[in-house]
């Protein structure tokens, strides 16, 4: 099969599973405030305006875009041009925003956000989806607390990586069970 016929049967199986669906109405923040915060930050985020995450806490940012989500952990950049085209976000941690106080700060910033998307890509690389999300849990679970890991939606961790929300729920499940059934 040609690119382009290629093409055109992935954008007509998007269309015709997914019409005019995002993935991130699934993804419900419970707090009325935190729901009010993320909203404020999405307008300040769509407004190209530069800020970074905070580099001396465990935090970070997971932004939802048309297809896919990006994460942005501590020290990255976001906003800017980067994030123009985002339409929700989860914040990780307790989040703190900061704006780059110099060039050079700004220029380390967009730096490490490279490093969180090479990242994300390396994982993502991996054919096979099973192996995608455990390596993305555990990532996450190396950095973040596992009970903060734990909350946070399939949805989220299938946009970073490209599968399916049921392949991560299973991940999950089997995880679970050799834990001796522990609740994640």
């Not at 995450?53 to 942005?72: C, D, P, Q, T, W």
């Not at 900061?98 to 969180?116: D, G, M, N, V």
């Amino acid at each position: 099969m040609d690119s382009e016929k290629r093409l055109r049967y992935q954008n007509s199986m998007v269309s015709t599973y997914y019409p005019n669906t995002r993935l991130f109405e699934c993804i419900v923040i419970p707090d009325e405030r935190e729901r009010e915060e993320c909203s404020d930050l999405l307008t300040t985020l769509r407004s190209g305006k530069v800020l970074m995450v905070n580099s001396r806490r465990r935090n970070g940012l997971i932004l939802f875009k048309r297809y896919h989500a990006e994460f942005a952990g501590p020290g990255a950049v976001v906003g800017g041009s980067y994030d123009l085209d985002c339409y929700g976000l989860l914040p990780i941690g307790n989040l703190s925003l900061l704006t780059p106080e110099s060039h050079e700060e700004r220029q380390k910033a967009y730096l490490i956000r490279r490093q969180w998307v090479r990242l994300i890509k390396q994982i993502t690389e991996n054919a096979v989806p099973q192996q995608r999300v455990q390596k993305i849990l555990d990532q996450f679970e190396e950095y973040f607390p596992v009970n903060v890991v734990s909350q946070l939606p399939s949805e989220a961790f299938a946009m970073l990586v490209g599968v399916l929300p049921q392949t991560v729920t299973k991940v999950r499940g089997l995880v679970s069970q050799k834990k001796g059934g522990s609740n994640y």
